[in-house]
């Protein structure tokens, strides 16, 4: 059989996914020819049509020790050319940006049609999440072909009904595929039956819907090697710390203990055999002979550990990873749950290369982790990110805002806990319940809207859960690194910043070439407090023999109010004559 795997990817949303690089290795070795239609790094000119990431998009794939954001280019402050607004800061010898510069623009529907025009599948297989689902499903309404749609993944797991739905789509997989999906293949191959193939759903030329059972789990430790050669070379390319490394996503675990409310985890294991046995993680020799081969084969030195939980396993398994692994010279970053977080078992992730983890903080009070089902204590979890952070380990953390019932309060709850972990990074998303988590569940949010789309996921902010307003949920979103990073001086300034206004916006820009100039170790140019405003007389008896960042010139010249003019002026009195002193070059 002649399959095509289709990856409706946002473009620049780069990473190899785990879910089609292991079923095209698992058909190839069975006899089946492979291609595949990827949509990361097709570049369209309309940056509206929903294949570019948004701002804080949270189906971006972004992981502890990767860098996606666009460089700054700010012809006022020189200094920070090239630097970048989140993430990492060290400049490397070249970016994502040089590798896709003479790329052509395309329509999408168009290269479609075209790859299969030229690999004439008999099979399409889409493999999608459901912020992925509609555009994909689109895009397959506007080319023609002769083949079945089978689509897979998160969203078929929890609504195949919706997607048999859809005129373009076949059958539905729920659940994992690595066993079915041949299983289906070679039956089609040799022309028989294959409508009772389990986890497998299916539509009839005449609507009759055939629902079959689930599958039992696969056996992790009977799968192949990711087939990474399938997709563009440079979803490898992983910049970290100023250099630069081959490497993408690795899993070795599947499934979640956690029942987190705002994921989707808890209702696929219920779907697919209920949460014994749900979370599974293979043999360290196999992820030792698979990380072995991607490093012969790629040149592969940093892999992203996708694991829910890295440090989920008992120590012995983790000793004889370390054990395996370590001669491999290998760094990677991983996720880990604040409730696995231990000495030891950091000390080992240490030693076979770990450089940096993810952890989910979510929120900083505890009534509202309480509500999610996320229990630690915030002083514990602060004691264990610093201990990780004394072995070297860059520590990033993602912060849920919009919680039901939340209060502006409590998001500055949650900035005051990322402050006092000390945070190398911090993501931060406006809730959005994909359909299927308890909070979509227990709201009653539909899947598709009055006019029969999935809503894209932000619209979040509107959907009234907290105390906060829309655009204060978004000003909250947009400012978070700012009071994470900042200091607590400039609070009043950073204020001005969350207004979803165009006067908001230059604030905004501002503060983030500040925060970035600071992270990045870069110095500014300066000038006297007193010169800035010497024209405004308001604002003159103010005691302002202090130097401030020549940036804020921007700001107080401004169309704003005396008040506002103050309120700035006082901050960088505040929050300069400070450093000075601490300095001493205020003598």
Request: glycine fraction near 6%.
């Amino acid at each position: 059989m002649r399959v095509l795997f289709f990856h409706p990817e946002k473009y620049l949303n780069y990473g190899i996914p785990a879910g089609i690089s292991i079923l095209s290795a698992i058909i190839k070795k069975a006899g089946h020819t492979v291609d595949l239609f990827d949509t990361t790094f097709l570049k369209t000119k309309d940056k509206n049509d929903g294949h570019h990431l948004e701002v804080n998009d949270d189906s971006k794939n972004a992981s502890a020790g990767d860098v996606f954001d666009v460089p700054i280019d700010d012809e006022e402050n020189s200094e920070l050319a090239g630097k970048q607004s989140a993430g990492l800061f060290k400049e490397t010898a070249y970016s994502m940006d040089d590798l896709i510069r003479d790329d052509p623009y395309v329509v999408l529907e168009d290269e479609l049609q075209k790859k299969i025009d030229e690999f004439k599948p008999d099979v399409i297989a889409l493999s999608t999440m459901t912020a992925t689902f509609d555009s994909a499903v689109n895009l397959l309404r506007k080319v023609t072909y002769d083949a079945k749609v089978i689509v897979g993944g998160v969203h078929p797991t929890i609504a195949s009904d919706d997607c048999l739905a859809q005129d373009v789509i076949d059958i539905a997989c729920v659940g994992e595929a690595d066993d079915t999906f041949l299983e289906l293949l070679d039956l089609m191959d040799k022309g028989e039956d294959y409508f009772h193939v389990k986890s497998m759903n299916f539509k009839l030329p005449d609507g009759k819907i055939i629902k079959n059972p689930i599958a039992p789990r696969v056996e992790l430790n009977d799968l192949p090697t990711p087939d990474w050669g399938l997709f563009d070379s440079r979803h490898l390319f992983r910049p970290f710390d100023g250099e630069i490394y081959q490497g993408s996503f690795y899993s070795q675990a599947r499934g979640c203990p956690m029942q987190c409310t705002y994921c989707v985890d808890p209702t696929i294991a219920e779907i697919t055999g209920g949460r014994k046995n749900y979370f599974r993680i293979q043999d360290p020799q196999v992820t030792f002979n698979q990380l072995s081969e991607l490093k012969e084969q790629f040149n592969a030195t940093w892999f992203k550990f996708v694991d829910d939980t890295f440090l989920m396993p008992q120590i012995s398994h983790l000793e004889e990873l370390r054990d395996l692994i370590a001669p491999l010279n290998i760094m990677f970053g991983c996720s880990v749950m604040p409730n696995t977080i231990r000495e030891d078992k950091v000390k080992l992730a240490v030693e076979m290369g770990c450089v940096a983890m993810s952890v989910g903080i979510e929120s900083g009070n505890d009534e509202v982790r309480r509500s999610v089902k996320r229990f630690y204590r915030n002083d514990n979890v602060v004691k264990k990110l610093k201990m990780a952070q004394s072995y070297g380990i860059r520590v990033s953390t993602f912060n849920i805002i919009g919680f039901p019932g939340e209060t502006r309060e409590n998001v500055f709850e949650t900035i005051e806990l990322n402050r006092q972990i000390g945070s190398n990074a911090a993501n931060a998303y406006v809730l959005y319940p994909y359909h299927g988590t308890p909070i979509a569940v227990e709201q009653k949010i539909p899947l598709r809207d009055g006019e029969g789309n999935i809503p894209t996921i932000d619209i979040g902010h509107t959907l009234g859960f907290s105390e906060m307003s829309s655009d204060e949920l978004l000003g909250l979103r947009s400012t978070f690194n700012l009071y994470l990073m900042l200091p607590k001086g400039l609070y009043p300034v950073i204020y001005f910043a969350e207004a979803q206004t165009e006067l908001g916006n230059v604030f905004l820009n501002e503060l983030t070439k500040l925060t970035v100039a600071q992270l990045s170790n870069t110095t500014l140019p300066t000038t006297s407090l007193a010169d800035l405003i010497a024209e405004d007389s308001a604002l003159t008896t103010l005691d302002l023999d202090v130097q401030v960042p020549t940036l804020f010139s921007k700001l107080l010249k401004l169309a704003i109010t005396t008040e506002m003019k103050q309120t700035i002026v006082l901050a960088l009195i505040d929050v300069y004559n400070e450093e000075m002193l601490l300095t001493g070059s205020g003598a």
